[in-house]
Each structure stands twice: as C-alpha cells, then as structure tokens.
C-alpha cells in the first residue's frame, strides 16, 4: 500500500511539472514527502486518498497566500481543524489550489499566481473561487479537495468542471484555520468525483469545534449510510418563476432531464415561489463586502507579503502603499464597495437595510422547507464561459451566482452534482437545497440523480 502511494504520487507530480495550468499555487516536495511517510502509519477513513488544499485554508508548514501578493510570504503555523482531522483519517494532502483572491470572484481570474483553465475546455473559466480545487479533481490530480464557500464557490466551479460541489449548513463543519472572507457566510466543504465521496468527507470533517463559537453543536450522522435510504415519496420544490428568462437553453434542458430521472425514483415536484430571490445578489454583495472590509483590515503588509520599501511621511501612507500593491483589483473593488456600505450616513440606508432583507430571505427558505423535502435548481444559468469573457464586467461576473448566493444569505446546505452535459460537451450542474443540518437528504438525492446517469 505504502510503495503504491509513493508510486502514484510521483506519477502526479510528474504530470504536475508538465501542465502550465496554474491549478495548484503550493506543492513542496521535500514537505509532502514527509508527510506521506508519518501518514503511511495510519489507519483512518482516508488512508491512501491523496487530497488538494484551497490556499485560504491553514495547513502547518505550508503557505497560505488566498492568492494575494499581501500574504505571499506567510507560512502557516498551525492546521485547520479540518485539516486536522484529515491527518487522523489518514488522508493525505498534495498541496494548496490557486483560487481567486482572497475567495472574491466567480472564474479563478482574478489569482495573483494566473488564472486557472477548465480541464474540460481550456479556453474556458473553471468557475470560482475554488476553480483550483474544483480543477484538481476534475483533472484527475487528486481524490478530493476542500474548497470554501461564500456565495457559491465551491457549487458554482463544480457545476462548470464537472464534479460533486457540497457546501455544508452554516456551523456543520468548523471554519477554525480558514482566512475569512465574510464570516457569516464563509463554510468549508468538500469537491469530488462522486457523491458518495463527498459523503466520505463530510463525515470526517463535521462536527462541533471549540476553537470556533460557530460551529454547531449537532449531531453528525453517517452520511455514507444515508445514501443506502430511497428517496421515493420525497418533494421537491422548484421556483419555476426564476428559470423563465437568463438561463441558457441548455441548462435547463439539462434540469428536465434531472427532474425526469428523479421522477422514476418516485420522487414528487412541486412548484414554489421564492419572491425575495430578486433581492439576494444585492443583499449579498452589500453584507458580504462590508464583512470583507472589516476581515482584511488586519492585512497591511508590515510583518510579510508586499512591503513599501521606500521612505513614506506617516503610518497611513505606509499601510495605504502596502495594500496598493498588495491587493489585486477585486478585492480592492469589494474593500471599497463595503467601506462604503459601512460608512456613517450610509450604514442605516445600506447594510442594515441588507440585514433585514436577509432575514426575510431566510425565512422564505425556512418555510419552504417545511413544506417540502428540498429545493432544485440550476446551480448556475449558463455552462462555462470564456477566459477573459467577464473579467472586465464586475456585474455580469456577479451575476454567474444569482442561483447560489441565497443559500449562503440563509445557512443553508446545498449540493452541485453533475446533470446531462450542455453543449459542446460542457458540464451543467444541477443544485439541491435542503433544510439545516439535513444535509443527508441532499446526498441521497445527488446520489440517485448520479446513479440515474449511469
């Protein structure tokens, strides 16, 4: 088993050193074979899968740059929890994925390491921020990857590469070790080839963690049983008033088909009403930025990362030329956008006023869910589109998660699994939301419209 691991990890490595694809930003050697040899000697859930790190995410003696210039000097000093946890499982971890900086867009463009191109198609975005992670397993590269999840971006990369994207409810698994973006959004999870592995995951990574005052204090079942349990008689919701304009042909094509192969299953669908919809890109982009604001003002580029070395009169100047330079364009854009939000004469009109609104928005969800099993629909409206298409479109950009945004807005968990592709071959995802720490239904759904496809 040992010989086999070493074997196939050098045959990675050496497929690794002939792809200029940027997917991984950090994969040291002299460190990984290391930690291969203290691996071999445990037994765990995870023993012998390799898996691929997003690089906002701590692991000890690595690099954790979020893609940034600002942080590219920082060596991690301790683990995530749920890397952790992945230790003991016996997993064992390649390396750290390029993503967007600082987990802020939807293409893997905006990296100060390149951006990433979609394995399917070269010419097109892998989605984002976990583009680098959603393309390690979409590669072959690795078993699994982490991924983070603010406002899609573990769904959103899933559904364009042709994986399994799980962001968990809001508290399932512990964020302890992740650099935050927005705090009450941001959530760990995991992105694989197959739904029973993301299952395998979850399992290892759930549950209650002291070291983070978020974390949820419920009980975590196993969820590779779960997928032995029929989903017949189950109801689903779908908000058909969202699918009527925007949404590419062949994506919605791609979800009849799903709904049709779910039908045989005996599941049942229901149509539902999400009338505050209309309102989550917005809500989001006013809360999440104003928590974006307030978490990267620690960043100032004294103690590592991208340092003024010329003389300058006062601290200010100081901080202010560290993160000019160190900040890429985008995250810039979102620092401003919730500096302003926050900003006195417009805090009332803007992020309160956000509050309320996705206190509204969750309580939709929460009612749905109370009358339904889960709800389904495209997890983005279009298939991949071309490197460079919306990178100077900062709106168009956002808009490639008005199907994911909300979810976040309410905690809640949701799945991406791959449906029938669209076309030129390209992947379209289809996405499932359930009820909170119900995530269980949502696996066993994803696992039946995969076991369909076969």
Excluded at 216 to 237: H, S, W
Excluded at 356 to 376: C, G, P, W, Y
Aim: charged share 25%; with cysteine; net charge negative.
């Amino acid at each position: 088993m040992k010989d086999s691991i070493q074997d196939r990890i050098s045959e990675l490595l050496d497929n690794l050193e002939k792809t200029d694809n940027p997917i991984f930003i950090t994969i040291d050697k002299d460190w990984l074979w290391k930690h291969v040899k203290e691996q071999a000697t445990i037994e765990g859930p995870l023993s012998g899968k390799i898996i691929a790190v997003k690089d906002n995410i701590n692991v000890r003696g690595l690099p954790t740059t979020c893609a940034s210039r600002i942080l590219e000097t920082y060596y991690s000093l301790y683990d995530a929890t749920v890397i952790e946890k992945i230790r003991v499982a016996g997993g064992i971890l390649l390396g750290k994925t390029n993503m967007d900086e600082f987990a802020m867009g939807s293409s893997t463009e905006y990296s100060a390491w390149g951006e990433v191109r979609n394995p399917i198609d070269e010419t097109r975005v892998p989605g984002g921020s976990s583009g680098g992670s959603a393309s390690a397993v979409s590669a072959g590269f690795v078993d699994y990857a982490l991924g983070s999840d603010t406002g899609g971006s573990i769904r959103q990369p899933a559904a364009f590469t042709g994986t399994v994207g799980l962001k968990p409810t809001y508290g399932r698994v512990s964020r302890y070790g992740l650099t935050a973006y927005a705090s009450s959004f941001d959530q760990i999870g995991p992105i694989t080839k197959t739904v029973s592995q993301s299952a395998e995951l979850l399992n290892v990574i759930a549950g209650k963690d002291s070291r983070d005052s978020t974390s949820a204090d419920v009980p975590v079942p196993n969820y590779l049983k779960t997928l032995q349990e029929k989903v017949q008689g189950y109801v689903v919701g779908i908000p058909w008033h969202l699918l009527e304009k925007g949404v590419d042909e062949d994506v919605l094509e791609s979800f009849k088909d799903v709904i049709s192969r779910l039908e045989k299953e005996g599941v049942r669908f229901k149509k539902i009403e999400l009338k505050y919809a209309d309102y989550a890109i917005a809500t989001y982009y006013i809360l999440a930025t104003a928590e974006a604001s307030s978490n990267l003002a620690r960043f100032d580029g004294v103690r590592y990362g991208v340092n003024a070395k010329e003389q300058l009169q006062d601290l200010f100047s100081y901080y202010a030329k560290n993160r000019s330079k160190g900040f890429g364009p985008e995250v810039k854009r979102r620092i401003m956008l919730g500096t302003y939000v926050l900003s006195s004469g417009y805090y009332e009109a803007y992020y309160t006023r956000g509050q309320k609104v996705r206190n509204l928005i969750a309580q939709e969800f929460f009612t749905l869910l109370n009358e339904v099993d889960a709800l389904m629909f495209p997890t983005t409206p279009t298939t991949a589109f071309k490197l460079g298409e919306n990178v100077d479109d900062p709106l168009k950009m956002y808009l490639n998660d008005v199907f994911t945004v909300s979810v976040n807005i309410a905690g809640l968990p949701a799945i991406s699994v791959p449906g029938k592709p669209g076309n030129h071959g390209l992947p379209v995802g289809c996405q499932i939301i359930g009820n909170a720490y119900e995530e269980g239904t949502i696996l066993q759904l994803g696992h039946t419209i995969e076991r369909s496809r076969i």
